[in-house]
């Protein structure tokens, strides 16, 4: 179960391309780094034991930050922060294709 958030961020590209010349390196490296520096900000502030993930889109720069939660069948869930009981992810998947559904598909994005 994932929850994600997407900005499209054209300038975080530019930035990568010059500082990759700038410092003779790879592009791809200087992506990644940024990537790593995002999800480490997400964890900071949305908590550390959290499996917060970034990623930048390589051709629109499209920041994806997404926060994973494992669905496990046994109550109560060893972790909190990692994990969500499968009947409350049913519940919550049911709300939110409710939700879906009364906003239209507009509101899937």
Known sequence: MAVDIAI???ELLQVADAVA???MIERE???EAME????KAGRAKYGLEKDIRATIDRKDGRVKLER????VEA???ESEA??????IAQKNQAWHSAWRIHR??????
């Open 8 to 10: 499209a961020r054209p």
């Open 36 to 39: 790593q520096a995002i999800q």
């Open 75 to 77: 109550e109560p869930v």
């Open 29 to 31: 490296e200087v992506l």
């Open 104 to 109: 239209g598909p507009a509101a899937a994005n």
């Open 21 to 23: 010349r700038e410092k």
């Open 82 to 87: 990692t994990q969500i009981p499968l009947r």
């Open 68 to 71: 994973f939660t494992e669905v």
